[in-house]
């Protein structure tokens, strides 16, 4: 069976960086099988419902402005899989989750093609990508990664956003010191997700240090919850305990089982 991950995939321009969170990724899909399917919910493609990206041949979305022009010329050309979308929208429907056939978007966000580009630089992978609906709390959200789990034995299940995400707070420098605030939160979520402490993650608004200071919005954590949900055991370990302009987590939960 394939693990479910969440992956903070960072600032579009780890994409043109050669350190140590690019080899991490470059280096992550060696250490379980190759999927027949990766299926994504991205922070990046935000709806009030449920939705997911019914095209055959998704294009590059370039949601991100004013980087240098190298960043526009990056291609990420995998297919999808209408055949596997009618199987995901059956499943979800049978267990009374409403989803709806996106064929207007066009394409994939970079939530899905920057950190794909590491794992899987060949393209050659269908993907699915579900919207991720601003409307669901947590409890709902892990229910919905509970159905997904169904998919695991070939679909590789990931939640991409970033551990912490407070872009008005980031430094100049990619390797300046760690705000405390962002180390609190991070270390948090990762103890509780470690220990398996569903009731404390699903009250995180209430319960988690600095949570303001850490995610403004929310949409670049709450694909985690997809990915726990998706989870046996709803235990997952720490990947990468890494920061970059001194408070954006660079970290990728996995979970095993």
């Excluded at 903070?8 to 140590?20: R, T, V, W």
């Excluded at 569903?198 to 670049?220: A, M, Q, V, W």
Aim: a negative charge; proline letters at 5%; aromatic letters at 10%.
């Amino acid at each position: 069976m394939l693990p479910s991950l969440y992956i903070s995939h960072g600032s579009p321009m780890l994409m043109m960086m050669n350190n140590q969170s690019t080899k991490f990724l470059k280096e992550l899909s060696s250490t379980f099988d190759k999927p027949k399917y990766i299926l994504v919910i991205s922070a990046h493609w935000v709806s009030n419902n449920l939705k997911i990206l019914y095209e055959d041949s998704p294009s590059t979305i370039y949601d991100f402005y004013n980087f240098p022009d190298e960043l526009y010329d990056l291609t990420y050309g995998a297919p999808s899989s209408k055949e596997k979308n009618d199987e995901i929208v059956k499943l979800l429907e049978s267990n009374g989750i409403q989803i709806e056939k996106d064929v207007s978007r066009g394409g994939y966000d970079h939530g899905v093609w920057s950190p794909l580009k590491f794992l899987y630089p060949n393209a050659d992978i269908p993907i699915i990508q579900i919207s991720l609906p601003y409307n669901y709390d947590a409890k709902e959200l892990i229910n919905l990664g509970e159905v997904l789990s169904n998919l695991r034995e070939n679909t590789l299940i990931i939640g991409s956003g970033s551990l912490t995400h407070n872009l008005r707070g980031m430094n100049r420098d990619e390797n300046s010191y760690v705000k405390p605030s962002a180390k609190a939160f991070r270390n948090w979520i990762v103890e509780k997700i470690e220990n398996a402490d569903i009731e404390s993650l699903i009250n995180y608004r209430r319960k988690s240090p600095f949570l303001g200071e850490n995610h403004p919005t929310l949409e670049h954590l709450l694909p985690l919850f997809v990915s726990l949900g998706a989870s046996k055991n709803k235990v997952g370990k720490s990947l990468h305990d890494v920061y970059m302009y001194g408070n954006l987590s660079m970290d990728t939960i996995i979970f095993k089982d």
